[in-house]
C-alpha cells in the first residue's frame, strides 16, 4: 500500500494534503479518488485513508481505524559529523531505515561545512524531507527529530540526555561493548560518529571527560557514512538483543 506522512498537527477524520505529499500523490503516483492510501503521523500512528477528492493542489482523506504503536526501546539517536559531497542525506537515508530516534548533523573540527542564511535553512527542510521519504520506505511508524546543525560544543552540552554515550574512536582503550548496553534502565543512547580521519584527540578526550565511552568498529578504517551505519546497526542489535522485553 502506498504510504503518505500526515503530521501530527493536521491529524483528523478528513485531511487535507498540500504540497509535496499532495503533488507525489496526485502526479507521480496518480491516484484516483475511492483508492486508499497508509496514512503515518511519524509518532507511531497509522491509518487508512481513502481519497475523497483531489484537485490541483490538494488530496482530500478521509481516515479510518487509527491504531499507535509504541516507539521501539531504547531510543538511537545518531550525531553523525557532516561529510562532503552531500552524503549526509545517504546518511540520514539508511539510519532512519535502521529506526533511529534522532539525527544530529554534527560540525567537527575536521568538518567542512560553510552553508549559512537561507541556503542553510533549505538544506535543513532537505534533510526532513530525506528523513519522510526514508520513513515512508521502509515502513517505519516513527519519523525521528532531525536536529540543527550543531555544534562539538553544544553537542557535548547535551550529553546529560542520553543514558549512554559512545564515541566511535580509532584511538582506544575499548571496554566490552555488550555489557555496557545491557542495563535494562537504558532509553536513550547516543553515538557519536566522526568525520574523514576522526574526531580529534582533543575531541575524544573531551567527549570521554564529558561521560562518552570509546567503542571500536573493527580493525579497519571506515568511511564516514559506513562508519555511522554501522555503528547505529551494531548497536541496536546488542541493545535489542541483551534488552529484547525494552
Same mark, same amino acid.
Given at each position: 500500500?502506498?504510504?503518505?506522512?500526515?503530521?501530527?498537527?493536521?491529524?483528523?477524520?478528513?485531511?487535507? *494534503?498540500?504540497?509535496?505529499?499532495?503533488?507525489?500523490? /496526485?502526479?507521480?503516483?496518480?491516484?484516483?479518488?475511492?483508492?486508499?492510501? *497508509?496514512?503515518?503521523?511519524?509518532?507511531?500512528?497509522?491509518?487508512?485513508?481513502?481519497?475523497?477528492?483531489?484537485?490541483?493542489?490538494?488530496?482530500?482523506?478521509?481516515?479510518?481505524?487509527?491504531?499507535?504503536?509504541?516507539?521501539?526501546?531504547?531510543?538511537?539517536?545518531? /550525531?553523525?559529523?557532516?561529510?562532503?559531497?552531500?552524503?549526509?542525506?545517504?546518511?540520514?537515508?539508511?539510519?532512519?531505515? *535502521?529506526?533511529?530516534?534522532?539525527?544530529?548533523?554534527? *560540525?567537527?573540527?575536521?568538518?567542512?561545512?560553510?552553508?549559512?542564511?537561507?541556503?542553510?535553512?533549505?538544506?535543513?527542510?532537505?534533510?526532513?524531507?530525506?528523513?519522510?521519504?526514508?520513513?515512508?520506505?521502509?515502513?517505519?511508524?516513527?519519523?525521528?527529530?532531525?536536529?540543527?546543525?550543531?555544534?562539538?560544543?553544544?553537542?557535548?552540552?547535551?550529553?546529560?540526555?542520553?543514558?549512554?554515550?559512545?564515541?566511535?574512536?580509532?584511538?582506544?582503550?575499548?571496554?566490552?561493548?555488550?555489557?555496557?548496553?545491557?542495563?535494562?534502565?537504558?532509553?536513550?543512547?547516543?553515538i557519536l560518529i566522526g568525520p574523514e580521519g576522526d574526531f580529534t584527540l582533543e575531541e575524544v578526550d573531551q567527549a570521554v571527560t564529558a561521560g562518552a565511552l570509546r567503542f571500536s568498529l573493527g580493525p579497519h578504517v571506515l568511511r564516514c557514512e559506513t562508519a555511522a551505519i554501522s555503528a547505529v546497526s551494531v548497536v541496536s542489535h546488542l541493545a535489542r538483543e541483551v534488552s529484547p522485553a525494552l
Open positions: 500500500m502506498i504510504r503518505v506522512y500526515v503530521p501530527a498537527e493536521q491529524w483528523s477524520s478528513e485531511t487535507v *494534503l498540500t504540497g509535496e505529499e499532495a503533488h507525489h500523490l /496526485a502526479r507521480v503516483l496518480r491516484v484516483r479518488e475511492g483508492e486508499t492510501v *497508509l496514512c503515518l503521523d511519524g509518532r507511531g500512528r497509522q491509518a487508512n485513508g481513502k481519497i475523497s477528492r483531489l484537485s490541483g493542489r490538494e488530496v482530500v482523506l478521509s481516515l479510518e481505524s487509527p491504531t499507535t504503536a509504541p516507539p521501539e526501546k531504547p531510543a538511537i539517536t545518531l /550525531a553523525s559529523a557532516i561529510p562532503g559531497q552531500g552524503k549526509i542525506e545517504e546518511i540520514i537515508n539508511q539510519a532512519v531505515q *535502521l529506526g533511529v530516534a534522532g539525527f544530529i548533523p554534527l *560540525l567537527t573540527q575536521r568538518t567542512e561545512f560553510k552553508l549559512s542564511g537561507d541556503r542553510l535553512q533549505a538544506k535543513q527542510r532537505r534533510f526532513l524531507q530525506v528523513a519522510v521519504e526514508a520513513m515512508k520506505q521502509s515502513g517505519s511508524l516513527f519519523l525521528p527529530e532531525i536536529a540543527p546543525v550543531t555544534s562539538w560544543r553544544e553537542c557535548l552540552d547535551d550529553f546529560s540526555r542520553y543514558d549512554r554515550v559512545l564515541i566511535a574512536s580509532l584511538q582506544g582503550p575499548y571496554p566490552p561493548l555488550k555489557p555496557i548496553l545491557s542495563s535494562p534502565k537504558l532509553r536513550h543512547i547516543l
